[in-house]
Every structure is written in C-alpha cells, then in structure tokens.
C-alpha cells in the first residue's frame, strides 16, 4: 500500500516538472518572439508628454543620447530604438551594389572594435559631415562632434582644403584665403564628395574605391555572436574601378554623408574600411595594434592605424619612418612595428602637454611631418585640428620657409574665423621673447605654437593680434 502510494506520488512529481518545463519552454518561444520584434523594429515607447501618434514612416532615436536631450531632471522620457536612417537616406536594393554578407559584417566589426558584439553609440550614429554656412568666413569648414568621430572628421577636412586649394581646375599656384570662404552649397558639396573620394581611392591603391550605403531592409539575420544595430546589417556595396566614377557617384548620394540621421560617418568609415580590405588591413597593423578603434570612457576613439589609414591609405600603426624590427635594446623582433612608408599629400603633426612633460612624446617621422601639400592634421593635447598655408610650395623651396603664413582652424564652434600665424624660422629664437626665465616652455606656450615647433624647431609665431587659443 505504502509503495503504490510512494508510485503516484512519483507520477504525480513527474506531471508537475513536466508541466513547468512546459510552462518555461513557452516562456522562452515568448521571449524569442518578442526578440525578434524588438530586433526587427526595435521598441517604442511614446513620451508621455506627447500623446500625437507617430507616423509611419517616424524614425525614433537611441537611448544613448545624452541626458539634456530628453527631459530637465536628466531621465528619459522614451525608451527609443537605435538611431535609425531615415527612409529618405536610404537607397533602393535595385540601384545594383551587392548586399553585405553576414560573414564580412562580422569581418568588419572585429577590425573595427575586435569583436562582433560592439556597436556605435549614439554620438557615432547621430553625426554626419555637415559644413559651416555658405558664403561665410567659414564655409570651407565642418562642423566637428567630440571624441573619435572629430578625428575623421577633421581628416575629411584636410582634404577638403586640399581640393579647395591646390585640386580643382580653378585653384592656382598660391590661392588666397578668399578661395575657401566664398563657397556656396553647391561648391561646399562637391567638396565633400571629392574629399571623400580621394580618401577612399587612396586607401585602394587608386586602383579600386567601395561606397557603402544603406538600404531599408536587412540583408541577412544576424548569429548569435553578433550584436544587431539595425544599420550595418542593410549595407550595399557599390564598386568602382575609376576614380571619377566614384566622385560622381559620391556627388549623386552626398546626403547619404551630409545630411542629419545619415550616419554619414559611419558609412564613410565602414567605406574606407571596405576600399582597403580587410585582408589588407590585417597586413597593414602589427603585434602593437590588432583593430582600428579603442574604447576610452565609454566612446570609441581612432587608433593612429585608422588616423594614418586616413592621411596615408594604409592603416600603419606608428608615426616613425619605415618598419622597426628590432626593440630598444636590438634584439630582433618576432614581428615588425609598422610605420609610415612614403609621403602623402595630408601631414599629420602631434603635441601632448602631459607626454611631453614625461618625455615621453613619440616623435613623428618625416614622412608624416613633410607632407607633398602644406596641409596638416594635427593631435593636440587629445583634440583634433587642421593647419595649412596657402601656398603650395612651401615645403618644396627651402626659401619660402624663412617666414610664412599658416592658417589654423580647430573644429570649434567658438572659432568664428581661420586664425592666421606668422612663423618667422629665421630671425631669432622663440624662447628669447619671453622674459621668464623660469618653467618649462610647454607651460608658457599655447600648445598650437608648440606643435608647429615639431616641425619648425625654434619658430617664432605671431597670432597677427588673435587672442592666442588651444
């Protein structure tokens, strides 16, 4: 009796764990569902402040903007979807690129980030490259965002000044300052597209450039070890093998990188990504560097590999001359450092109070510092700008750099104007107009005049009565 007893009790246990195994297999079939629904659509939330329903065609945004944009006490009033591409900026499947495939998207974020499960935050996905006003004092120049997203930009912009100046057919043997302020719309748009072009055609040794754009529907369903951001899973690859091909059709989807929802940064680094290769990039870096971007207080900053990717084509990730192959000490090493090969026409110029004051400021090599074309990104305690002279044969007759103008623009928007500086290599040394006699220099210089000093050692520099800044 007993032992019939203990049996249905056993029967009876069994029925119940099968029928909460039941209960939790339906769950998780629920939970897949709603998985895919916030994957496909994301989740929306509507402020409670704003009862109005939202249009079909209503893109929301990601929950990683920043606290001021959603209500005064700092919380959020909606729980928006990732920062999504307008329908408007986004191109038909039909327009004849190829879709991107599951296995070079996961390609693409672990060269970017070193794995597929990092995703742009929402500074990355919101800028885009946007110019100053037309006919302006600043109408050559970009507006720039904070973090690693204004180290493209202001690569972008260097190259801007370069076609402005020294590439298309109007520009001369030394232009005037008024040749980047009298742009319109029209000229500031074909700027950009032949900035952007230049970039990406040299990344793919000017034999090959790809474009990424984005269109509305996904190209594939992610796995499980990649992370969905509803963007880089909708690309279209378009390919060109000549380079005026590919301006005209940068020219034709310029709002596709200039127009505000595009990602226009984003999809002009996933681009220059794909013009180089990934196979390529891999050679390109070293035991030192492995991927492009670094994350540093919660957003995604430029490796010096991407910054010489920009400025040079290839992704090398040191500023010295030529490839290290052994250590400090000479003993050889397993594998090479990589650095600069050859000169570009975009220099690159480096200055950090704080490395400097350890002595510990890496020192950038000729072929950065000497550029073809007097254009320079600059890295200035951490922050991005750009210098440049008017005169395309300063770095190519030694004469000319006996005193000479250097015009500077730092991204800002506090900066109303380009400020002009007078460097004078020739005359006297800088240290000489200061009567202090105590301190270290990098205390008593702006750090701009500092930088310059990598290049031009002993340079006195006048800011022609602009308050001196940065």
Known sequence: MCYLQMEKSDEKNEVEILTELDDILAQVE???KWREIFDARGLKLQNSLDNRPLKADEETEDVSRCPSAHSPNGHANQLMVPYSVPRALAVSPSLGGLPVSPELAMNLRKILFGNALH?????WKKSFFKFREPHSNLSYALETDRGGVRAIQMAVQAHIVKYLLFTQPSSSECCGIESLTAIGEK????????????????????STATVSLVTPERCFTPHLDYKLDNFTERLQLFTFKKKEDLRTFLYGHIQCFNEEGSHGVILFLY?????????MLQEDLDSTTTHLLQCSLGNFGCRQALLNLL????ASPNVFNGNMYC????????????????????????WSREEAEHASLPKVGSMLKTPKLPIWVCSINGTYSVLFSLNRSLLSDWK?????????YNGQPTQASTAMLTIDTHSHHWEAKSGDSQGDPERRFPSVEMTIRTKW???VIDWNRTVPFF
């Open 30 to 32: 629920e939970l897949d």
């Open 119 to 123: 995703v742009f935050n929402y500074e």
């Open 187 to 206: 000229e500031q748009e074909r700027a950009l597209a032949a900035a952007i072009a230049d970039i990406l055609w040299t990344a793919g040794e000017e």
């Open 271 to 279: 681009s220059l990504v794909f013009s180089r290769s990934i196979i």
């Open 311 to 314: 400025l040079t084509g290839r």
């Open 327 to 350: 250590d400090e000490h000479g003993s050889s090493m397993s594998r090479p450092l990589h650095g600069v090969l050859s000169r570009s026409d975009v220099g690159y110029l480096y």
């Open 400 to 408: 000319m750099e006996h005193l000479f103008h250097l015009y500077f």
């Open 457 to 459: 050692e002993g340079a």
